[in-house]
């Protein structure tokens, strides 16, 4: 008997002439590069090293786009940026060992934010496989226990006929939620031997979708119909999903206020009458959320920042919906629902009912108004005013990318992103040398549209090979650095836990010479004449840099009180 799904299975006669004779001088590189093109990539960053040739030669036989960058924790930021403003999985090529581990700080903050990267790494020769110490250049016992207790998944070849299958399956990983980075490596001998296998053609690796338990969403929807005085986190898994306008839906239908993490900014409108904004470090706002008798928790684990550094504790029923299964329920017993945003949102949005209340957008306003005036009784009229210049030379749609410096540390509270997937910082790990790698990024995703890097002059140096990129491919980045003479927000940490700052003192270069040294224009500002200056420089299509020398502070926290 011949079933249907039998004749799917039959290749045509092209096929057949194609899969018996395979164009000649291909490589396993040509594997993975036929995968990855089979698969939707259409860019890859990364760096070449030895082991890795094999993959390199093959771009040249492919029509992927390669971005490279000098430093390859500096190319998995890019990829990290990419797949966050894409929503695909961006390949990372990397050779073996020091370049590997050279990507782990990269590979971390795409884990804590789930970013999906996919990264490729070659090994030694299959021979030194193993453990045994052979004494190969760049050997390391067992490299993949290196990346375990940081991506998501490790996928292992050892022989061409394993490329497709084991990219596949780790492209499908990194795109089932919550997205992250995973790691697939293959042996310099099994990169560089060539090959008869067929070319790779189009490969199916759908993402898993994660759908809520319907009997879990039901009591939600009834505690939230319900509810007195119900109150809506939004973190960064609300804008992974794409869900910001079912968010806003369910908020409207409920008449709850929405507080968006810092990883979560833009999910909710800045100033809907609704929008609770983003000040989490704030006792106001810890002491408003902790009131609600249902708090809805979405795409967030209620982490340290989250949480006002684990000082919050709510009162009422709390709900979570939590793609990421190792932190649901992990800081606060909650009714858990495992699933993606916008699944759970849109099952919410079907059961509950409209909840009218006249008396929440005043409790809003009134809680906005004691958070801005405990701003301005701390003389922050500087941060403020840099704050806002930043804003306004920025164009609405145009993708951020911070650094961990004291502006970012403002913005993540006090800036309004205009739009989900608009503002991006290294929170999630809280690694210096994010901003400007990840800007590129971006950039390679949309050179349409400017794209904004905000660093110190700490975090600036972690990544100011990457001008030389910027300068290469032509970028359309701008670089805000703050320049305030070393680690700003430590020497702060230090003076006020110690007295005094130790070690937070650097000696840095001229910035804006040195930006034009590599022909990218520089110039220097003044608060006063930082949104001219920056919003020309952002007009001005390909990289430039911006420096703004000054010496910021933080608004005083409210969690040691």
Not at 159 to 186: C, N
Not at 206 to 227: F, G, K, M, N
Not at 269 to 295: I, K, Y
Not at 472 to 493: A, H
Request: proline fraction near 7%.
């Amino acid at each position: 008997m011949t079933h249907d799904h039998d004749l799917e299975l039959r290749p045509s006669a092209a096929q057949t002439e194609a899969a018996l004779n395979p164009p000649a001088g291909r490589n396993g590189g040509d594997l993975v590069v036929e995968t990855l093109t089979g698969l939707g990539a259409t860019t890859v960053f990364g760096l070449p090293g030895q082991h890795a040739l094999g993959m390199f030669d093959a771009l040249r036989r492919s029509d992927l786009r390669y971005v490279g960058l000098r430093v390859e924790n500096n190319a998995g930021f890019a990829a990290d940026a990419y797949g966050r403003i894409t929503g695909e999985a961006a390949p990372l090529l990397l050779s073996t060992g020091p370049g590997a581990l050279t990507s782990l700080a990269a590979l971390q903050e795409a884990a804590a934010a789930s970013a999906p990267v996919l990264a490729i790494s070659s090994q030694i020769p299959t021979a030194g496989l193993g453990g045994g110490r052979h004494g190969y250049l760049h050997e390391l016992p067992d490299q993949a226990a290196s990346f375990r207790g940081v991506v998501k998944s490790v996928h292992t070849v050892r022989t061409q006929s394993q490329i497709p299958s084991a990219i596949a399956a780790a492209w499908k990983s990194a795109l089932s939620a919550p997205h992250g980075p995973v790691w697939v490596e293959i042996p310099q001998d099994v990169l560089l031997a060539g090959t008869r296998l067929p070319v790779v053609t189009a490969l199916d690796a759908t993402p898993d979708e994660l759908v809520p338990r319907p009997e879990l969403t039901a009591v939600a929807a009834d505690l939230l119909s319900r509810a007195e005085r119900p109150a809506i986190i939004a973190g960064g898994g609300v804008v992974r999903a794409d869900a910001s306008g079912k968010l806003r839906a369910l908020a409207e239908k409920l008449q709850a206020p929405v507080v968006t993490t810092f990883g979560g900014k833009g999910a909710f409108p800045w100033e809907h009458p609704l929008s609770l904004q983003s000040w989490l470090e704030d006792r106001h706002t810890t002491d408003f959320l902790e009131d609600a008798d249902v708090l809805l928790v979405v795409g967030s684990g209620l982490g340290e920042l989250s949480s006002n550094y684990h000082t919050f504790a709510p009162r009422g029923h709390v709900i979570q919906v939590e793609a990421d299964l190792g932190k649901l329920e992990s800081n606060h017993p909650a009714l858990g629902i495992h699933a993606d945003a916008r699944l759970a949102l849109q099952a919410l949005l079907e059961t509950v009912t409209e909840r009218p209340d006249p008396t929440t957008p005043e409790r809003v306003r009134d809680l906005l108004a004691k958070v801005r005036e405990r701003i301005d009784a701390q003389d922050l009229t500087l941060e403020q005013q840099v704050l806002a210049s930043v804003r306004r030379a920025l164009p609405a749609d145009a993708p951020s990318f911070w650094d961990m410096t004291i502006l970012a540390y403002w913005a993540w509270s006090a800036f309004d992103a205009k739009a989900p997937n608009a503002m991006h910082s290294a929170q999630g790990a809280g690694g210096l040398g994010y901003g400007f790698p990840a800007a590129l990024g971006a950039a390679a995703a949309d050179p349409a549209r400017p794209v904004l890097a905000v660093s110190g002059d700490g975090g600036a140096l972690y990544s100011i090979a990457e001008l030389a990129t910027a300068r290469q491919y032509g970028l359309n980045v701008t670089w805000l650095i703050v320049d305030d003479g070393g680690y700003g927000i430590l020497r702060e940490y230090m003076t006020d836990a110690f007295g005094q700052a130790t070690a937070t003192e650097l000696t840095r270069p001229d910035y804006v010479a040195l930006a034009e040294s590599f022909g990218v224009p520089g110039v220097r500002t003044t608060p006063e004449a930082l949104e001219a200056d920056l919003a020309k420089a952002l007009a001005t299509p390909g990289p430039s840099v911006v420096v703004l020398p000054a010496v910021l502070r933080m608004f005083a926290p409210t969690h040691l009180n």
